[in-house]
Structure formats: structure tokens, C-alpha cells
């Protein structure tokens, strides 16, 4: 353990003697000041709730999809012929908003609906009543799975979609649907798309309207902040112009994932890869390693320590720029979800595998030059597999490409032992998604996503490692130094 | 149970055969020297005894357990020849990190660490990088280095490599200490005139094979040398003495000394004698003795020891009569 300990502290100081890391970690309070100048001013409720004035439309058409069994089913099903609109929207003290919700019916295509527009698209009246099958659908428990043929797979196989079959109903069902359900309903969904908390939501419901049309008097308390509420961004402490009508969490997610974890990772990890190998190769050189093994330690186990303490250098690096990062935007934002903070250690495991290559390579090269190139030539193959197994996974449901059965089991084959480097981008996609979005959003990106086990992507991971070292080890006892 | 033993060990690097069967024993509290020219295989049998490299065939033990065990290497100080030290650490954090590797606890560290620092003359510097130490510098903290832990054996590979006269003293005075505390010391180095100093017995490899062996005195002791000197005007009766059977040759530098040579089991005796006999006056009369150096070289080159040389010291008076 104490020679454990003074190696991880030796590549720790190792790690930090380079200018680079400090030029790294100067980027990174760039990037964290620039993020921090981000200002969030939540939308005025009359666009967000109407859709008027800006892309991402009408926070309320969301509420067509249902997740059943009170929201318990994370696979959501769908009751497209209801149509909520808002009026008389009323902000008031700040941060509420208060504004009579319309329940009413339309056609299979839902439409942003002004008061106007309403009456063309609404048909003649449906023969159930679509609202009370609405809550009906979210009160029971979900359907089967939908299933797609997939191709490739033997000609009979199916794939289950993320996503349920609505349930059977009968008049009497629906007619059991009670006043306070529904207001539970869509209580639920406020909180599930506009991502307020449950006891920020009132709702009543408008006595002598007819059904199957329905008026309920919502109030909504802390919409700023809320995960699903558009908000308006603007850069450099207000200086710049604003994006408009963004959902807070979307605007989160997009930093968070495709920013720091996507480019941001990738950039991290092609500097770390070529400043962490020259690591072994030096403490490889002639008059070094003479110095380390006459002391009493086993080769292997100096080489496993010194694997991990070659680690240090990116577990630094994306601690800071992570943990500033995350630091910065809960600030800016108010929302402390500490989930986006796994990315530092999936980060560092990420690039273990990558490591235990460069590793490998110098071991038996002893060429930093080497386990330099080979090792993102490796980076390169295993982000092209897991784009193809992402590709591939899509083409088994769309069926877009024409594409012959050997293909899928090559691409699952060599993802099935390769490490899941693709896999575990995916994992913390899922995370920052579930961290930033409200939950109702969240759910509904996962519903084509066939999303790998985190045992799965970090078992197979570790095997390679181990593996890898052991290879490593083999060479390195053998050698007389 | 010897410290360091060897018996009949080999070490072959590809078609490169560095060591020949090479067999010495080392005892505890001595002072041993290997020498031998540059290739001759002396940092190999370090390497060894350390498990840096497997011996090919025979056998080594250092302390009584076999080459290469990990424990055994916590009671072993090592410095290396063409040492490189992380530039990264001061002198004071690589003794640090060194000493946790040797499981030296933290509190006894921050105690020995400056200590030895001071023992060696660096104390001074021992928070500056490593990369902006001198030579000798470097050097000396490889000693400090290999000391820290209080090991039994300390093992220098040319110990005193760059480091400046007073600082050799320095270091010579040091192993003489270590060995009176009862640490076995076993160095190599090429400074034979120190390693005649210090050294309690020496060995010497030429190309891999062990040709000399024993304690100092051993190998200087001379096969047999005289100068003789008569007084001026007498002439010194060669045939007379070459008769006897010695080897007889005027010193050419210096006019009426002659070198006499005994062959195995001869004695000056017989030709004192002799000359006594003939009435005549020895004045001069100086056993030669041989330095390491002269041994070293002569063993190296093969040739016969008492060849031409100038020799200054070493030269041993064991009588003068007029
Ligand atoms: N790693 C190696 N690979 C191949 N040959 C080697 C290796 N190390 C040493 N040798 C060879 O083994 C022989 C003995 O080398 P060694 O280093 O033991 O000599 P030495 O006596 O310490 O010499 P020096 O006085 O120059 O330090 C030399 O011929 C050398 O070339
Ligand atoms: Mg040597």
C-alpha cells in the first residue's frame, strides 16, 4: 500500500511537471469563465405556453404522450387526438404563472393550437371521449411492447421498441375516470415536461364546461429553472444576442454532452494519450529502471502501479474541467444534479483502455513515438466500430440500408470484444440526458436508443485491460533490463 | 552464511558471453572491490545478484537467498552506474519516494532523509530539481540513495563517477564508517588507487572470467624483487649472480642499480652472501612492492610483473647497509 501510494504521488508529480498540463487546465477555465458567462432568463409564459415566437413550440403538445401506471412505465405510449392549449396567461409575482389549461380534441396530427386554428382541425366529436381515455391510458398499466422486425438478425426476429401499446378500454372505464385523476394526470405531466416540482403545481377544474372539452385554472410556481420551460441564452455575461425559447435542460444537455463530454472529451483525450506516453518509456530508459527494480517491488506490480498512476494526469484534468464545469452551469442554472460529475470517472476509465494500449506498446517498443501513434490509430478503429454498431443498431429497426446478415454479426463480434468505448459515451449521454432533462423528455430520447448495460461496457472494458497489461507484464519479466 | 556468493556463473546476452563461471564469496562487514576493464562484466554480476538481468546457469545468492528475490532486495542499497533520476523530483522528494518503496515509514523518512543528504553534501540543495543538480551532484545523491534504508549490503557501481577529489575523500571516509557499523559494502570501480585505500579484498574479471582474487595485501605482496645498489666504484658481479640462477638487469635510469629477480622458493640470501664474499659494500637495498595499478595492468596485459616501470610509490626500503 505505501508503495502504492508512492507511485501514484511519483506520476502525480510526474504528471504535473510539464508546462502542458498547466496550459490544459488554463483552456479549461477558458472554456469554464466562457460557460459561466451563459445567463439563462426564462421565456415570457404567453410564447412558451402557445408556441408563438420562437422553434421549439408549445411545451404542452408534449403532453400527448403518457407514460402509464401513473408514470411508473419509463416506455411511453401515445394519445395523439388530445389537444391542450392555454389561455388568458397571466405571470404573475415573478416567478408564477397562471393560465386557464383548454382540453380538447383534434386529429391524428396535433398542431400548436391558437384559439383560431382550433376549431378547423378539430373534426367532428370523437365517439369516446379522447381526455378521459388520456388518463385512462396513464392510469393502467402499460401495454406490450411494440416490436419491429429487424433485418439481419434470421428473418423471423423482432426488435422491442422503447415504447407501448395503449391500453383496451371500455365506455364504462372511462366513465370511471374521476375529476381528481385527472387533476393527478396533469399534475404529472407539468411535472414530467415543464419539469416544475409536484407541490409548485395547482390545479383546479372549470365547472359547467361540456365534455368532452375540459378548462382546468393551472398555476405554476419557480417556472425560471424549471428543466423544461424555454429560456432565452445569452453569452458573455448578457453581451451577446439571445437564443430564444430553449428548454433550460436542453441547453444544458447540449453543454454538457456534445460540448464537454463530446469535443471536450475527445480533445482531453488525444492530448493525454500523447503526453502520458512518454511516461513509461522513461521510466524504461537506461540508468531508470535499474533505479526502480532494485527496489523491493515486483515488476508487475510496478508496472500495474505505475499503469494507474498514469491515470492521474486525466483524472486531474477532467476533474477540474468537470467538476468547474458543473460548478458554473448549477450556478447559472439553479439545477444541482451531481450526475454529470460520473463523467470524471467514466472519462478516466475511458481512457484506461486507451492507456493500457500505449502501455503495452511502449513496453515492448520502448518508443513513446509508437505508443503514440498506435494508440490512437486504436482510438480511431474503436470510435469507427462503435459508430457502425450505432449505425447498425438503428438500421436493424429503420431497415434503411439494404445491408447482408454477416455485416451485423461482424460489427456485434468485434464490439462484443473490443472495449466499449462507444458504449460507455452512450451511458453518460444517458446520464447528462436524465441529469438535465425533465424526466418526461428524458424518457422519450430513449425510445429508439438501445442502450448498452453499464456491467456489460465496463466489464468487457476491464478484460481488455487486464489483458492488456498482462501482455505488458509478460514482456517486461521477462526482459533483462 | 556469505553475504554475496557466486559459484560458476554465466550470463550470455544474445551471442555476448559477459560472465564465465565467475565464483566469489563475499563476507559481512568486508569491503569488497571488483575491477576489470571496461566490457569485463562487472556491472553485469551487480545486475544479477539484483535480479535486474537472469543469470544464464550457476548460481548467486545475496544474503543468503537466491538472486532476484524481491524481500531480500529492502536490506540491499544499490546505486547504478549511468544512474537517471526523474528530473522531475527534488533531492529531497525522490529520497522520499525511494525510501516508501523500501517501506521506510513516513516519520523515520522525514528524519533519515535530510540526515543522509548531509552525509553525502547536498543537503543544501535538497529541495532544487533533480534536473538542475551537477554531476557529481546526481552522484552523490545516488549514494544517498542507496544509504537511506540502513540496508545490510551496499552495492556501488562506480560509486565515486564524476565526483571531485575532495567529495572521493569524502566517500571513502563514508564506506570506511559503514563498514565499521558492520554494513557489507561491494563496489566496482576503475580508481584503483582508491579501491587499494578502501578495499579489503579485491577481485578482477577480465572478460568474464574471475583471474584474480584476495585481500590487498595478497595481491601486492611482490614475487620477488630487488634493487641493489654498491657503493661507487665497485662493480656488480652479474655473471656471478645470473649463475646462481636469478634474473639480473641494470636499472637503465639510474646508473649502478641493478634489479634482481628471485625465481619461486629463491631468496636474496644466497646473493647478499655472495656479494659480501667479494668484499663488496651494498649501500642500496629496496624490495619492491607493487601497487594495485600494477597488478591491475598486469594481469590485464597478460605480462610478467617487475617489467620496466617507473615506480614512486609502493617502493619499499627493507634495508640499507653502507
Ligand atoms: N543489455 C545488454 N545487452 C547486450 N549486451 C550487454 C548488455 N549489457 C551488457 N552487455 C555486454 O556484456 C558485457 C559486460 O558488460 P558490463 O556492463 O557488465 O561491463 P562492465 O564490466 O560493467 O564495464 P564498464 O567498466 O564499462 O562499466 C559487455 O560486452 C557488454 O557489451
Ligand atoms: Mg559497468
Redo the contacts between chains.
Keep these: 500500500m505505501l508503495q502504492f501510494i508512492a507511485i501514484l504521488k511519483d506520476s502525480f508529480r510526474e504528471a504535473v511537471d510539464g508546462f502542458v498540463i498547466y496550459l490544459m487546465l488554463a483552456l479549461s477555465a477558458i472554456v469554464i469563465i466562457l460557460l459561466g458567462s451563459i445567463s439563462f432568463t426564462p421565456g415570457s409564459p404567453e410564447e412558451a405556453l402557445t408556441g408563438n415566437g420562437f422553434g421549439a413550440g408549445n411545451v404542452l403538445n408534449k403532453f400527448q404522450i403518457i407514460f402509464p401506471d401513473r408514470g411508473a412505465s419509463t416506455a411511453p405510449t401515445f394519445v395523439p387526438n388530445v389537444q391542450y392549449s392555454a389561455s388568458n396567461i397571466e405571470q404573475s409575482a415573478g416567478n408564477s404563472v397562471a393560465f386557464t389549461l383548454n382540453v380538447s380534441w383534434g386529429n391524428q396530427f396535433a398542431r400548436p393550437v391558437g384559439d383560431k386554428e382550433k376549431d378547423k382541425d378539430k373534426g367532428p366529436p370523437p365517439t369516446i371521449d379522447p381526455f378521459r381515455y388520456a388518463v385512462y391510458t396513464w392510469l393502467e398499466p402499460p401495454g406490450r411492447k411494440i416490436e419491429k422486425p429487424m433485418r439481419g438478425r434470421g428473418k423471423a426476429k423482432t426488435t422491442e421498441l422503447e415504447l407501448v401499446e395503449p391500453p383496451l378500454a371500455t365506455p364504462a372505464n372511462l366513465k370511471a375516470v374521476t375529476e381528481a385523476e385527472m387533476i393527478e394526470f396533469l399534475t404529472y405531466q407539468c411535472v414530467a415536461f415543464i419539469g416544475v416540482s409536484k407541490s409548485d403545481v395547482v390545479i383546479t377544474r372549470k365547472p359547467d364546461v361540456a365534455e368532452p372539452e375540459y378548462k382546468f385554472d393551472v398555476r405554476l410556481k419557480n417556472i425560471a429553472g424549471a428543466r423544461g420551460w424555454p429560456h432565452d441564452i445569452q453569452v458573455f455575461f448578457g453581451a451577446s444576442g439571445a437564443i430564444r425559447g430553449v428548454p433550460l435542460g436542453a441547453a444544458l444537455y447540449i453543454i454538457e454532452d456534445p460540448i464537454i463530454n463530446g469535443l471536450g472529451a475527445a480533445v482531453t483525450l488525444i492530448l493525454s494519450v500523447v503526453i502520458t506516453a512518454f511516461f513509461i518509456p522513461n521510466m524504461l530508459r537506461k540508468g531508470s529502471i535499474d533505479l526502480l527494480i532494485s527496489k523491493p517491488i515486483g515488476r508487475v506490480q510496478l508496472l500495474v502501479y505505475k499503469y494507474i498512476g498514469g491515470l492521474t494526469f486525466i483524472f486531474l484534468l477532467s476533474s477540474f474541467t468537470i467538476g468547474g464545469v458543473w460548478v458554473v452551469m448549477a450556478l447559472r442554472s439553479g439545477l444541482w444534479d451531481p450526475r454529470f460529475l460520473l463523467v470524471i470517472p467514466v472519462l478516466t476509465f475511458t481512457f484506461g483502455i486507451l492507456y493500457a494500449v500505449s502501455t503495452t506498446v511502449a513496453v515492448y517498443t520502448r518508443s513513446a513515438i509508437a505508443a503514440i501513434l498506435v494508440t490512437l490509430v486504436f482510438m480511431f478503429l474503436m470510435y469507427a466500430i462503435g459508430q457502425a454498431k450505432s449505425f447498425f443498431d438503428m438500421n436493424k429497426v429503420t431497415n434503411q440500408v439494404e445491408l447482408p446478415d454477416w455485416s451485423y454479426t461482424l460489427v456485434e463480434g468485434l464490439n462484443n470484444v473490443l472495449p466499449r468505448y462507444k458504449d460507455l459515451d452512450k451511458l453518460t449521454t444517458k446520464l447528462i440526458v436524465d441529469s438535465t432533462m425533465p424526466t418526461g423528455d428524458a424518457r422519450a430520447q430513449a425510445i429508439f436508443t438501445e442502450f448498452p448495460s453499464w456491467g456489460g461496457a465496463v466489464g468487457v472494458s476491464l478484460a481488455f485491460i487486464a489483458a492488456m497489461l498482462s501482455l505488458a507484464s509478460l514482456r517486461l519479466v521477462k526482459r533483462d533490463c | 552464511m556469505s553475504v554475496i556468493e557466486t559459484r560458476e556463473l554465466w550470463k550470455t ?1 544474445g551471442r555476448i558471453e559477459a560472465l564465465k563461471g565467475v565464483s566469489l564469496r563475499v563476507e559481512k562487514g568486508q569491503i569488497y572491490g571488483l575491477l576489470g576493464q571496461n566490457g569485463a562484466g562487472k556491472t553485469t554480476l551487480i ?1 544479477i545478484l ?5 543469470l544464464t546457469d550457476g548460481d548467486a545468492t545475496l544474503l543468503g537467498h537466491p538472486a532476484g528475490t ?5 536490506r ?1 542499497g ?1 546505486l ?1 552506474e ?8 527534488t533531492g529531497y ?1 525522490l529520497m ?3 525510501g ?4 521506510v515509514p513516513a516519520s523515520v523518512r522525514k528524519q533519515k532523509i535530510p540526515e543522509t543528504l548531509e552525509l553525502v553534501g547536498i543537503a543544501g540543495r535538497m529541495y532544487s530539481k533533480i534536473k538542475t543538480y551537477s554531476k557529481g551532484m546526481k552522484q552523490r545523491l545516488g549514494i544517498a ?1 542507496s544509504l537511506m534504508h540502513d540496508p545490510e549490503v551496499i552495492i556501488l557501481d562506480e560509486p565515486t563517477d564524476g565526483v571531485d577529489p575532495m567529495g572521493r575523500r569524502e566517500i571513502r571516509e563514508l564506506m570506511s564508517e559503514l563498514k565499521g557499523q558492520g554494513h557489507t559494502i561491494f563496489l566496482n570501480s576503475h580508481l584503483l588507487g582508491e579501491v587499494e585505500l578502501i578495499c579489503d579484498r579485491v577481485a578482477i574479471l577480465q572478460q568474464g572470467k574471475l583471474v584474480r582474487e584476495g585481500t590487498i595485501a595478497e595481491l601486492t605482496k611482490t614475487k620477488g624483487t630487488f634493487v641493489i645498489g654498491l657503493l661507487s666504484g665497485q662493480t656488480f658481479p652479474s655473471d656471478a649472480v645470473i649463475k646462481l640462477g636469478y634474473a639480473v638487469r641494470p636499472l637503465p635510469d639510474q646508473a649502478g642499480l641493478f634489479e634482481i629477480t628471485l625465481s619461486d622458493g629463491q631468496t636474496i640470501e644466497p646473493v647478499m652472501k655472495l656479494l659480501s664474499e667479494r668484499g663488496l659494500t651494498v649501500v642500496h637495498i629496496v624490495e619492491k612492492k607493487q601497487t594495485l595499478e600494477d597488478v591491475f595492468m598486469t594481469t590485464v596485459e597478460g605480462a610478467e610483473p617487475g617489467v620496466d616501470r617507473k615506480r614512486r610509490r609502493g617502493a619499499r626500503p627493507v634495508g640499507g647497509r653502507d
Design positions: 546476452y545486475k539484483l535480479g535486474i538481468v537472469r524481491v524481500d531480500v532486495r529492502k540491499v544499490y547504478p549511468d544512474h537517471q533520476f526523474p528530473g522531475y523530483h522528494s522520499d519516494f525511494y516508501s518503496l523500501y517501506g540513495q
